[in-house]
């Protein structure tokens, strides 16, 4: 088989005959099915690849573990499918300075086992299992404990990438203090595949705090999820993490609270204290928050934490003009909330995003289609309105891939 000018055995010859192969359905980037799939085993292989495909006017989509590539605008193109899964190892570990660096391959799941040694973590908790670091920074990928720590762009102190012209770029390091020119891990985390394939990262660390417990209290209505979200956030309890739950009957505000064994009693008590006005308040030991449940469609709302009883209202009235039936989860405190939404047909759903794109262009925020229909997808515009910044992030893109090699199309307003 042949795509432009590549051919399987010009990519079996960089990476060796077993780990290159005629790609499948099951290898569909949002039904764009690919060419190959090669997988390499080192920079200067991903390198070579990138010169060869980039030299045979071939697209590229990197893959880490694949559990989200149906994340972004469906791609132009897709010949080549670069998999990450080869480069699996750590590459360095100083525990004393708490810091890390890793092939992009890595899962972070074995990776926060092997810290877990050392009672260190990387201090980001996506709710895919299986994800690879590359994919984690490649879609910036955060969970409940963003609050505390931040998302894996503030955790991120260098980078190793390649580019679609074969060239190996390093910036930062091993260090915290890392000043000296553009942040490149910045540029690369969230750029979905679209800049060029993420090789090596390097990561600040954090201890694994000894004690965890979460409150959780059934509040009546938005307002009272608001209100509860408020109260402990500004506190001076400092959850680690705040979550919504809005599902049907369910609608609870939990909060995770962590401290070493002599501090935890103190904030679970205050925590208690400041949700009591707002509902029936219960504990638990360890982390026990909500989770997402996969949905055909999902949408990602963002917009000032202040704004968070507003979203949940015009979500869940949105949905319940149009008979839609909407579930929501999300980090109360820092201003996401994903809606899960079923019923209706393409028309309903596009329909309800432009009403709460339009509600967010006035009040804050946006809204990202996190999950969809290819039909859907093209129906709805995935990211939505761009701002100011769509300039510049075009020419960003137009430096780094000229001949727009890397996943074409998938980033905003189908860069
Ligand atoms: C707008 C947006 C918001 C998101 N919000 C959240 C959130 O709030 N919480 C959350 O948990 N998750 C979120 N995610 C998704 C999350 O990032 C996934 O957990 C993660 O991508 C899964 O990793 P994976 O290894 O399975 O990657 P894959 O599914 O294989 O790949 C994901 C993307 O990364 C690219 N990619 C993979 N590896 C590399 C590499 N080495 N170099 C360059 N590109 C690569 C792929 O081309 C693809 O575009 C969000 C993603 C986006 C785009």
Redesign the pocket.
Known sequence: MQTRDLSLEQLQNVVGGEHAREATRQDA?DGVVPSFVARPGSVEEISELMRLASGAGAAV????????????NPPHRAEVI?D?TR?DRVLEHAAADQVLRVQ??V??DELQEELAASKQMLAI????H??????????????PL?LRYG??RDLIIGIR?VLSDGTVAKAGGKVVKNVAGYDLSKL?T??????????EANFRLHPIPEVARTVTVAVEDAGGAAGAARAVARSQIVPSAVELLWDGDRREISVLLESIPGGIGAKVETARFLLRPFGEVREEEGRVLPE?EPAEVEL?VNAPPAELSGVIESVTGAAERRGLWVSLRG?AASG?T?AAVSGGGEEDISDLIAELREIRSRRGGSV?L?RATVGLKRRAEV?GYAGDAFELMRRVKEKFDPPGT??PG?FVGGI
């Open positions: 980037v989509v990197p893959r880490g573990a694949g559990t989200k590539m149906h994340l972004g670069v990450m480069m992009a391959g899962k972070l908790d996506p709710p895919e299986g994800a690879t670091i590359g994919g984690v920074v490649a879609a910036n990928a955060s969970g963003r998302t894996i990438v690369f969230g750029s979905l595949g679209t800049l060029g394939v993420i090789a997402m990602k980090h996401v994903f990202v996190t990211w890397m996943s998938r």
